[in-house]
Nanobody
Framework: QLQACGGGLVQAGGSLRLSCAASGLTFSAYNMGWFRRAPGKGRTFVAAITSRGLGTDYTDSVRGRFTISRDNAKNTVWLQMNSLKPEDTAVYYC????????????????WGQGTQVTVSS
């Protein structure tokens, strides 16, 4: 089970930190990802981190502004979001995959419930 939290309403240029706590799975064995679903759009990849935290990747629109990290001792993954823009407004989901590819939603085995991020202009 994945439990995401940390969303909210923030002004453009502000920051938020999303957290996702895992239970009931061997967290350190999974690559973790964050996806988002903007109003009227599909679920899209935001960021991912490998199981031991040695590799990360981001979609181009957030690279340099967002940082994904994890602590396997705490079974938690975070998404630090800085310099937020109105176009970052979406429901953000954390997810876990036991596979090698982590860019598409279909690769993921477990999903959190989503947390709303709203960025006002």
């Amino acid at each position: 089970q994945l439990q995401a939290c940390g969303g909210g309403l923030v002004q453009a240029g502000g920051s938020l930190r999303l957290s996702c706590a895992a239970s009931g799975l061997t967290f350190s064995a999974y690559n973790m990802g964050w996806f988002r679903r903007a109003p009227g759009k599909g679920r899209t990849f935001v960021a991912a981190i490998t199981s031991r935290g040695l590799g990360t990747d981001y979609t181009d629109s957030v690279r340099g502004r967002f940082t994904i990290s994890r602590d396997n001792a705490k079974n938690t993954v975070w998404l630090q979001m800085n310099s937020l823009k109105p176009e970052d407004t979406a429901v953000y989901y954390c997810a876990a995959t036991g596979g090698y590819s982590y860019y598409t939603a279909g690769q993921y085995d477990y999903w959190g419930q989503g947390t709303q991020v709203t960025v006002s202009s």
